[in-house]
T-cell receptor
Framework: ETGVTQTPRHLVMGMTNKKSLKCEQHLGHNAMYWYKQSAKKPLELMFVYNFKEQTENNSVPSRFSPECPNSSHLFLHLHTLQPEDSALYLC????????????????FGEGSRLTVL | EDKVVQSPLSLVVHEGDTVTLNCSYEVTNFRSLLWYKQEKKAPTFLFMLTSSGIEKKSGRLSSILDKKELFSILNITATQTGDSAVYLCAVNTGNQFYFGTGTSLTVIP
């Protein structure tokens, strides 16, 4: 138990479906992140939210739409995905986003394994 | 372009062996370097390094950072099958964390 909870753990969807991934953290952190993890590739940062405000969007296609209603919750809305979007989607949080070396580490959820048919 | 490179990509050793995993980086604004262990679930935190030459140690695992040569190593002594995992290196630049591809370690009995 890392304090970051992701649901669902597994998701299979067709290319025309709309689904959402949910992330919740109970650590009192102010920054939350979505990462995509594909085989043989580094973790790819998708979005960063700091105090509910989006600070990074790493050229992510619009078929991925994030939402951060408060500092504890983060969603990733999925629409008309492609098979190459199949991957493990990891949510993470950290105490702060930027500044000193005391930012500390990222705490990860267990991921949502997405398969797009 | 900021990047983190890990080597080797994969490694197979026998129980009891000692392994050294490498992480080199090129970033414009270095804050800290972190090591994570990932089995079939969430990456779990191992070490955070901010200063050169100071070894961090936890049981059989240790790590050190060289900010002049821009690399870090993670050592695991007397490896066990439970050490089998992907080891991830990440660099915090202040506005995000850059990850390497990871090193996949397999320890065989």
């Amino acid at each position: 138990e890392t304090g970051v909870t992701q649901t669902p753990r597994h998701l299979v969807m067709g290319m025309t479906n709309k689904k959402s991934l949910k992330c919740e953290q109970h650590l009192g952190h102010n920054a939350m992140y979505w990462y995509k993890q594909s085989a043989k590739k580094p973790l790819e940062l998708m979005f960063v939210y700091n105090f509910k405000e989006q600070t990074e969007n790493n050229s992510v296609p619009s078929r991925f739409s994030p939402e951060c209603p408060n500092s504890s919750h983060l969603f990733l809305h999925l629409h008309t995905l492609q098979p190459e979007d199949s991957a493990l989607y990891l949510c993470a949080s950290s105490r702060t986003l930027s500044g000193s070396a005391n930012t500390g580490e990222l705490f990860f959820g267990e991921g949502s394994r997405l398969t797009v048919l | 372009e900021d990047k983190v490179v890990q080597s080797p990509l994969s490694l197979v050793v026998h129980e009891g062996d000692t392994v050294t995993l490498n992480c080199s980086y090129e970033v414009t604004n270095f804050r800290s370097l972190l090591w994570y262990k990932q089995e079939k679930k969430a990456p779990t935190f191992l070490f955070m390094l901010t200063s050169s030459g100071i070894e961090k140690k936890s049981g059989r695992l240790s790590s050190i950072l060289d900010k002049k040569e821009l690399f870090s190593i993670l050592n695991i002594t007397a490896t066990q099958t439970g050490d089998s995992a992907v080891y991830l290196c990440a660099v915090n630049t202040g506005n995000q964390f850059y990850f390497g591809t990871g090193t996949s370690l397999t320890v065989i009995p």
